[in-house]
């Protein structure tokens, strides 16, 4: 099994930058995607490849990774942020297949 | 536009089986990974299991806490993937997502169905 550990909440003020961190041993070298899901939506992926956005996902939502930690970083933090943000990784260099989710982090912006 | 669309959910007890579908549009997918997450209510996402494309042999990997008891298929002439839930246990109630898997992203869900194991 592979962990990956979120902060249950983060909070940020209007326009401000939130930073949400995910960690995993050796994460660094992993893929990396953030997913944000809307209460009672399904989640949408918003990073993908550690870094991409998809077509539609606005500039201000980036991804760094490096080391045992990924950061998803949202710049002019808006109300419409608030969702909860997951973090996913493969682990495709073992024997056994798996696909991991961090615990998730709930945004606030207040 | 691509669509998925989860049935099949609903209340079953300990041991019981239930089989889900995902009826898809917009995308043929046998041409595309597929996967299926959950959802305990309340909580996060756990990945269930996928099946790769038929140009990449159609094998299927299932997470440790499934393996053995559920089982992931496709009707290709419905363009349909299944999930075929055995041996189910409490801890398996959760909303199921059947997803799109490309280039190594998640990127069509569908709105998901509700899974309740209970006596």
């Known amino acids: 099994s592979y962990e990956l550990t979120q902060p249950p909440s983060v909070s940020v003020s209007p326009g401000q930058t939130a930073s949400i961190t995910c960690s995993g041993d050796?994460?660094?070298?992993?893929?990396v995607c953030w997913y944000q899901q809307k209460a009672g939506q399904s989640p949408v992926v918003i990073i993908y490849?550690?870094?991409k956005r998809p077509s539609g996902i606005p500039e201000r939502f980036s991804g760094f990774n490096s080391g045992n930690t990924a950061t998803l970083i949202i710049r002019g933090a808006q109300a419409t942020d608030e969702a909860d943000y997951y973090c996913?990784?493969?682990?495709?260099?073992?024997?056994?297949?798996?696909?991991?989710f961090g615990g998730g982090t709930k945004l606030t912006v207040l | 536009e691509v669509q998925l669309v989860e049935a099949g959910g609903g209340l079953v007890k300990p041991g019981g089986s239930l089989r889900l579908s995902c009826a898809a549009s917009?995308?043929?997918?046998?041409?595309?990974?597929m996967n299926w997450v959950r959802q305990t209510p309340g909580k996060g996402l756990e990945w269930v299991g996928r099946i790769k494309s038929r140009s990449d042999g159609e094998t299927t990997d299932y997470a440790a806490p499934v393996k053995g008891r559920f089982t992931i298929s496709r009707d290709d002439s419905k363009n349909t993937l299944y999930l075929q839930m055995d041996s189910l246990k409490t801890e398996d109630t959760a909303v199921y997502y059947c997803?799109?898997?490309?280039?190594?992203?998640?990127?069509?869900w569908g709105q998901g169905t509700l899974v309740t194991v209970s006596s």
């Open positions: 996913q990784a493969w682990e495709t260099h073992t024997v056994v297949f798996g696909v991991f």
């Open positions: 050796k994460l660094g070298y992993k893929d």
């Open positions: 997803t799109t898997d490309r280039d190594w992203k998640y990127d069509h």
């Open positions: 490849q550690k870094t």
């Open positions: 917009g995308v043929t997918i046998s041409n595309v990974y």
